[in-house]
């Protein structure tokens, strides 16, 4: 057989080999939709798992990342310094991101100081906390193009909240999963130097007890778009998907405006949460 017909001969082994498959489900009566509802495939957007660790890595200084840093799997907790574990403002955290960088496959443990910092644009991929301290992780570029983006992932035990916006531009939340947290997204509401502040969550799986999901500062002009969130256990329907504050630069306590959807500040609709 010369050089020629070898491939062609290969692609109708690979065309039998499809049909046969196809030809297989049709048999049985599965169609795409009757595997996903089945669980033989897993439906698009689907949280992923919670991760085992793989190895421990105690953390003793903060670890400065620029460019792309892996961290395979293993799990990070602070330690000396690092170590105390408390809520007390201004905690070092444990990574330290410079403008651009990424941070991915990270568990990071208890204690877990103030978690990540993004000094710019930086990308959070299959980051975990099992334990948030302070924050899970602080955003806190000058630049109102900057863009912080979170995907996949999850964190739980946050007695405040996951993700504090002080700095500018837009935080999107992708894929994560939430547990046990007073907040997902406060854009900071008494911050010395304020910005108007862009949030997008979707495709995020919360489940119960928790306060709110987004809280937003109305007279800076920020925005929270909502899409596919599924809430678990709330039954009563106590988590509050978006606040809307009224922030200062001052240090104040901010006063709370309203919450729910207004088709400026908090843009979503009914349909866009679903309690399970």
């Known amino acids: 057989m010369s050089t020629e017909t070898q491939p062609r001969a290969r692609h109708r082994r690979r065309l039998t080999r499809r049909r046969t498959v196809v030809g297989g489900l049709a048999a049985l009566g599965l169609t795409g939709a009757a595997l996903v509802g089945s669980g033989m495939l ?14 421990e890595k105690p953390v003793t200084k903060t670890i400065e990342v620029s460019g792309t ?47 990540v910092h993004c000094m710019g644009s930086c990308t959070l991929q299959n980051v975990w906390w099992e334990d948030v301290g302070e924050d ?57 130097k304020q910005y108007k502040r862009t949030i997008v969550v979707q495709d995020v799986d919360v489940t119960v007890p928790g306060k709110q999901l987004i809280g937003v500062n109305a007279n800076y002009g920020d925005t929270a778009t909502l899409r596919d969130i599924r809430i678990h256990g709330d039954a009563k329907r106590k988590i509050k998907p978006c606040v809307r504050y009224e922030g200062n630069n001052k240090g104040k306590e901010p006063p709370v405006l309203g919450s729910g959807p207004d088709g400026t500040h908090c843009r979503y609709t009914e349909s866009d949460i679903t309690y399970k």
């Open 42 to 55: 897993a439906p698009a957007g689907a949280a992923s798992a919670w991760p085992a660790p793989k190895g």
């Open 69 to 115: 840093y892996d961290g395979r799997l293993q799990r990070f907790r602070g330690s000396g310094a690092l170590g105390d574990g408390g809520q007390d403002e201004n905690q070092a955290p444990l990574f330290k991101l410079k403008d651009g960088a990424v941070l991915k496959n990270v568990v990071i443990g208890s204690p877990a100081a103030d978690g």
């Open 136 to 192: 899970a992780a602080s955003f806190k570029s000058t630049s109102a193009s900057a863009v912080y983006t979170v995907t996949g992932g999850g964190a739980r035990k946050a007695s405040d909240k996951v993700f504090q916006f002080n700095g500018a531009g837009k935080l999107v939340v992708t894929g994560f999963q939430l547990s046990d947290f007073g907040k997902l997204v406060r854009s900071c509401g008494n911050c010395s």
